[in-house]
Protein backbone atom coordinates (compact mmCIF):
# COMPACT_ATOMS: atom_id res chain seq x y z
CA UNK A 1 0.00 0.00 0.00
CA UNK A 2 0.94 3.58 -0.92
CA UNK A 3 1.20 6.62 1.94
CA UNK A 4 -2.93 7.45 1.88
CA UNK A 5 -3.28 10.31 -0.08
CA UNK A 6 -5.71 12.16 2.74
CA UNK A 7 -3.62 13.97 5.80
CA UNK A 8 -5.93 13.71 8.14
CA UNK A 9 -6.18 16.43 10.51
CA UNK A 10 -5.12 16.89 14.17
CA UNK A 11 -7.92 19.40 14.55
CA UNK A 12 -9.54 18.57 18.05
CA UNK A 13 -13.01 19.56 18.41
CA UNK A 14 -13.91 20.76 21.86
CA UNK A 15 -16.31 18.35 23.29
CA UNK A 16 -19.60 19.35 25.54
CA UNK A 17 -18.96 19.13 29.08
CA UNK A 18 -15.37 18.39 29.12
CA UNK A 19 -12.59 21.20 30.08
CA UNK A 20 -9.60 21.11 28.11
CA UNK A 21 -6.06 22.00 29.07
CA UNK A 22 -4.74 24.30 27.41
CA UNK A 23 -2.21 24.06 24.56
CA UNK A 24 0.74 22.00 25.87
CA UNK A 25 3.67 23.69 25.94
CA UNK A 26 6.58 23.68 23.55
CA UNK A 27 8.91 21.29 24.55
CA UNK A 28 12.95 22.21 25.13
CA UNK A 29 16.05 20.04 24.80
CA UNK A 30 14.06 16.62 22.98
CA UNK A 31 17.37 15.05 21.43
CA UNK A 32 14.70 12.30 19.90
CA UNK A 33 14.99 11.98 15.84
CA UNK A 34 12.46 11.44 13.30
CA UNK A 35 12.70 7.55 11.30
CA UNK A 36 12.63 4.04 12.45
CA UNK A 37 14.22 2.57 14.86
CA UNK A 38 14.08 -0.45 17.53
CA UNK A 39 14.41 0.48 21.06
CA UNK A 40 15.35 -1.43 24.32
CA UNK A 41 14.53 -0.27 27.65
CA UNK A 42 14.43 -1.91 31.37
CA UNK A 43 11.02 -2.76 32.80
CA UNK A 44 9.80 -5.21 35.34
CA UNK A 45 13.47 -6.06 35.77
CA UNK A 46 13.90 -7.29 31.95
CA UNK A 47 14.78 -5.99 29.33
CA UNK A 48 12.05 -5.20 26.55
CA UNK A 49 11.89 -3.83 23.39
CA UNK A 50 9.66 -1.89 20.81
CA UNK A 51 9.61 -0.51 17.54
CA UNK A 52 9.45 3.24 17.17
CA UNK A 53 7.92 5.14 13.88
CA UNK A 54 8.91 9.09 13.64
CA UNK A 55 7.29 11.14 11.08
CA UNK A 56 10.05 12.97 9.02
CA UNK A 57 7.43 16.07 9.74
CA UNK A 58 8.27 15.52 13.30
CA UNK A 59 9.55 19.09 15.54
CA UNK A 60 11.58 18.69 18.88
CA UNK A 61 9.48 22.00 20.08
CA UNK A 62 6.09 20.90 18.85
CA UNK A 63 3.79 18.43 20.98
CA UNK A 64 3.06 15.16 19.21
CA UNK A 65 0.75 12.64 19.74
CA UNK A 66 1.86 9.15 20.55
CA UNK A 67 -0.26 5.82 19.55
CA UNK A 68 0.83 2.12 20.70
CA UNK A 69 -0.45 -1.04 18.53
CA UNK A 70 0.09 -4.36 20.40
CA UNK A 71 0.57 -7.27 18.54
CA UNK A 72 -1.91 -10.19 18.76
CA UNK A 73 -1.04 -13.88 20.42
CA UNK A 74 2.35 -15.71 18.79
CA UNK A 75 2.75 -12.34 16.46
CA UNK A 76 5.80 -9.60 16.62
CA UNK A 77 6.07 -6.20 16.42
CA UNK A 78 7.23 -6.59 12.52
CA UNK A 79 4.46 -8.60 11.66
CA UNK A 80 1.77 -6.43 13.70
CA UNK A 81 3.61 -3.18 11.97
CA UNK A 82 2.97 -5.09 8.28
CA UNK A 83 -0.65 -6.44 9.15
CA UNK A 84 -1.90 -3.63 10.08
CA UNK A 85 -0.11 -0.90 7.78
CA UNK A 86 -0.75 1.75 10.57
CA UNK A 87 2.72 3.12 9.99
CA UNK A 88 1.66 4.67 6.65
CA UNK A 89 -1.25 6.24 8.49
CA UNK A 90 1.03 7.79 11.12
CA UNK A 91 3.66 8.61 8.07
CA UNK A 92 0.49 10.42 6.32
CA UNK A 93 -1.01 11.90 9.94
CA UNK A 94 2.46 12.86 11.59
CA UNK A 95 2.24 10.70 14.55
CA UNK A 96 4.86 9.11 16.61
CA UNK A 97 3.85 5.25 16.54
CA UNK A 98 5.18 2.48 18.46
CA UNK A 99 4.93 -1.11 17.67
CA UNK A 100 5.88 -3.15 21.46
CA UNK A 101 6.67 -6.63 21.57
CA UNK A 102 5.37 -9.24 24.32
CA UNK A 103 7.51 -11.65 26.26
CA UNK A 104 6.62 -14.88 24.55
CA UNK A 105 5.19 -12.87 21.45
CA UNK A 106 2.18 -12.29 24.42
CA UNK A 107 0.72 -9.93 26.40
CA UNK A 108 -0.37 -10.32 30.17
CA UNK A 109 -4.04 -9.31 29.29
CA UNK A 110 -5.85 -10.35 32.27
CA UNK A 111 -7.34 -13.80 33.80
CA UNK A 112 -7.34 -16.02 30.69
CA UNK A 113 -5.06 -14.73 27.53
CA UNK A 114 -2.45 -15.18 26.79
CA UNK A 115 0.92 -17.70 26.81
CA UNK A 116 4.11 -16.64 28.40
CA UNK A 117 3.43 -13.50 29.46
CA UNK A 118 0.03 -14.53 31.22
CA UNK A 119 1.75 -17.51 32.95
CA UNK A 120 4.89 -15.41 34.12
CA UNK A 121 1.99 -12.68 35.26
CA UNK A 122 4.06 -10.01 33.79
CA UNK A 123 3.92 -6.67 34.36
CA UNK A 124 2.64 -5.25 30.79
CA UNK A 125 0.48 -2.47 32.22
CA UNK A 126 4.04 -1.57 34.20
CA UNK A 127 6.10 -1.92 30.46
CA UNK A 128 3.24 0.41 28.29
CA UNK A 129 3.87 3.08 31.17
CA UNK A 130 7.68 2.57 31.17
CA UNK A 131 7.54 3.01 27.09
CA UNK A 132 5.64 6.10 27.57
CA UNK A 133 8.01 7.56 30.22
CA UNK A 134 11.39 6.40 28.04
CA UNK A 135 9.70 7.92 24.78
CA UNK A 136 8.88 11.29 26.38
CA UNK A 137 12.45 11.29 27.36
CA UNK A 138 13.95 11.56 23.84
CA UNK A 139 10.32 13.23 22.17
CA UNK A 140 8.09 15.79 22.38
CA UNK A 141 5.11 14.10 23.34
CA UNK A 142 1.45 15.60 23.66
CA UNK A 143 0.47 13.85 27.23
CA UNK A 144 -2.83 14.76 26.43
CA UNK A 145 -3.06 12.48 23.34
CA UNK A 146 -1.43 9.31 24.07
CA UNK A 147 -3.50 6.43 22.44
CA UNK A 148 -3.15 2.71 22.81
CA UNK A 149 -4.57 0.25 19.92
CA UNK A 150 -4.20 -3.66 19.08
CA UNK A 151 -5.01 -6.54 17.83
CA UNK A 152 -6.35 -10.06 19.23
CA UNK A 153 -3.95 -10.16 22.65
CA UNK A 154 -3.36 -6.91 21.78
CA UNK A 155 -6.76 -5.47 22.00
CA UNK A 156 -7.19 -7.30 25.67
CA UNK A 157 -4.40 -5.78 26.69
CA UNK A 158 -5.68 -2.14 25.16
CA UNK A 159 -8.79 -2.96 27.48
CA UNK A 160 -6.68 -3.98 30.24
CA UNK A 161 -4.82 -0.11 30.15
CA UNK A 162 -8.08 1.34 29.64
CA UNK A 163 -9.21 -0.23 32.60
CA UNK A 164 -5.59 0.06 34.57
CA UNK A 165 -4.03 3.58 33.20
CA UNK A 166 -5.73 5.91 32.30
CA UNK A 167 -4.31 8.25 33.58
CA UNK A 168 -2.07 7.56 30.70
CA UNK A 169 -3.77 6.43 27.78
CA UNK A 170 -6.34 8.78 26.49
CA UNK A 171 -8.61 6.66 24.55
CA UNK A 172 -7.97 3.16 23.02
CA UNK A 173 -9.20 1.32 19.97
CA UNK A 174 -9.21 -2.70 20.59
CA UNK A 175 -9.82 -4.76 17.41
CA UNK A 176 -11.00 -8.33 18.06
CA UNK A 177 -10.39 -7.80 21.98
CA UNK A 178 -12.06 -7.90 24.65
CA UNK A 179 -11.89 -6.90 28.78
CA UNK A 180 -10.21 -10.32 30.36
CA UNK A 181 -9.84 -8.71 33.87
CA UNK A 182 -12.68 -9.48 36.63
CA UNK A 183 -12.43 -5.50 37.98
CA UNK A 184 -12.25 -2.05 35.60
CA UNK A 185 -13.41 0.65 37.22
CA UNK A 186 -11.13 3.26 35.64
CA UNK A 187 -11.25 6.54 37.40
CA UNK A 188 -13.00 8.41 34.64
CA UNK A 189 -14.89 7.57 31.86
CA UNK A 190 -12.44 6.10 28.46
CA UNK A 191 -13.33 6.59 25.15
CA UNK A 192 -13.60 3.18 23.48
CA UNK A 193 -13.76 2.03 19.79
CA UNK A 194 -13.57 -1.65 18.92
CA UNK A 195 -13.92 -4.04 15.52
CA UNK A 196 -15.01 -6.71 15.62
CA UNK A 197 -16.04 -9.28 12.67
CA UNK A 198 -18.92 -11.15 13.13
CA UNK A 199 -17.47 -15.21 12.41
CA UNK A 200 -15.32 -14.42 14.78
CA UNK A 201 -13.45 -18.34 15.76
CA UNK A 202 -11.17 -17.28 18.30
CA UNK A 203 -13.04 -14.12 20.24
CA UNK A 204 -16.19 -14.63 20.22
CA UNK A 205 -18.91 -11.59 18.68
CA UNK A 206 -20.83 -11.81 21.35
CA UNK A 207 -18.18 -11.74 24.22
CA UNK A 208 -16.22 -8.75 21.66
CA UNK A 209 -20.30 -7.14 22.19
CA UNK A 210 -20.63 -7.33 26.05
CA UNK A 211 -17.29 -5.91 26.27
CA UNK A 212 -18.97 -2.73 24.29
CA UNK A 213 -21.72 -2.96 26.39
CA UNK A 214 -19.86 -2.73 29.48
CA UNK A 215 -18.39 0.88 28.41
CA UNK A 216 -21.51 2.03 27.05
CA UNK A 217 -23.34 1.39 30.73
CA UNK A 218 -19.35 2.24 32.42
CA UNK A 219 -18.99 5.63 30.47
CA UNK A 220 -23.16 6.58 31.32
CA UNK A 221 -24.23 6.71 27.98
CA UNK A 222 -27.50 7.25 27.02
CA UNK A 223 -29.78 7.37 24.41
CA UNK A 224 -29.63 4.95 20.89
CA UNK A 225 -26.29 4.76 19.22
CA UNK A 226 -26.46 6.42 15.80
CA UNK A 227 -24.60 5.16 12.38
CA UNK A 228 -21.75 6.72 11.70
CA UNK A 229 -20.16 4.52 8.83
CA UNK A 230 -21.63 1.91 6.82
CA UNK A 231 -19.53 0.61 3.28
CA UNK A 232 -19.86 -2.60 2.00
CA UNK A 233 -20.19 -5.74 4.84
CA UNK A 234 -18.41 -2.73 7.35
CA UNK A 235 -21.18 -0.79 9.84
CA UNK A 236 -19.81 1.47 12.57
CA UNK A 237 -22.28 2.88 15.28
CA UNK A 238 -21.57 5.39 18.60
CA UNK A 239 -23.34 6.55 21.72
CA UNK A 240 -21.55 10.07 21.97
CA UNK A 241 -23.76 11.11 24.44
CA UNK A 242 -21.63 9.86 27.38
CA UNK A 243 -20.07 11.50 30.66
CA UNK A 244 -17.61 14.02 30.06
CA UNK A 245 -17.44 13.87 26.24
CA UNK A 246 -15.99 9.74 26.27
CA UNK A 247 -17.99 8.42 23.23
CA UNK A 248 -17.91 4.21 22.50
CA UNK A 249 -18.03 3.39 19.32
CA UNK A 250 -19.01 0.24 17.60
CA UNK A 251 -17.39 -1.39 14.36
CA UNK A 252 -18.42 -4.77 12.89
CA UNK A 253 -17.87 -6.03 9.37
CA UNK A 254 -20.09 -9.33 8.26
CA UNK A 255 -18.57 -12.33 7.53
CA UNK A 256 -15.15 -10.95 8.82
CA UNK A 257 -13.61 -13.96 11.16
CA UNK A 258 -10.14 -13.10 13.25
CA UNK A 259 -9.31 -10.13 11.51
CA UNK A 260 -7.89 -6.73 11.61
CA UNK A 261 -9.72 -5.03 8.59
CA UNK A 262 -7.71 -2.87 5.74
CA UNK A 263 -9.65 -0.97 3.61
CA UNK A 264 -10.96 -2.41 0.66
CA UNK A 265 -9.70 -6.50 1.03
CA UNK A 266 -11.84 -9.18 1.33
CA UNK A 267 -12.15 -8.30 5.10
CA UNK A 268 -14.48 -5.25 4.02
CA UNK A 269 -14.61 -1.85 3.64
CA UNK A 270 -13.23 -0.49 6.98
CA UNK A 271 -9.63 0.39 7.57
CA UNK A 272 -9.42 -0.16 11.28
CA UNK A 273 -5.59 2.04 11.00
CA UNK A 274 -7.31 4.92 9.44
CA UNK A 275 -10.64 4.75 11.71
CA UNK A 276 -9.32 4.33 15.16
CA UNK A 277 -6.74 7.37 14.53
CA UNK A 278 -9.55 9.56 13.46
CA UNK A 279 -11.39 8.69 16.54
CA UNK A 280 -7.99 9.16 18.70
CA UNK A 281 -7.62 12.92 17.34
CA UNK A 282 -11.75 13.59 18.44
CA UNK A 283 -10.70 12.56 22.09
CA UNK A 284 -7.51 14.06 24.07
CA UNK A 285 -7.44 13.55 27.50
CA UNK A 286 -9.81 15.59 29.69
CA UNK A 287 -8.63 17.33 32.56
Known amino acids: MGIRAVV ?46 VP ?18 TMTAELQETYTGMTETALAAGFILAYPQGIGNSWNAGQTCCGEALLKNVDDVGFARDMVASI ?3 YCIDPSRVFSTGFSNGGYLSNR ?7 VFAAVAPASGVIDISICTPPRPVPVMQSQGTVDPLVPYQRSKNTNDYWVEYNKCTG ?24 VEWCEVERMGHAWPIGQTRYGSLDDSDAFWEFFTRH ?4
Open 8 to 53: LSFVLAMLPGVAFSAEPAACVGKLGASGSSQVQIESGGALRTFLLR
Open 224 to 247: TPSTVYQRGNATCTVYDNCAQGAS
Open 161 to 167: LACEASD
Open 136 to 138: SEQ
Open 56 to 73: PQYKSSEPTPLVFNFHGY
Open 284 to 287: PMGQ
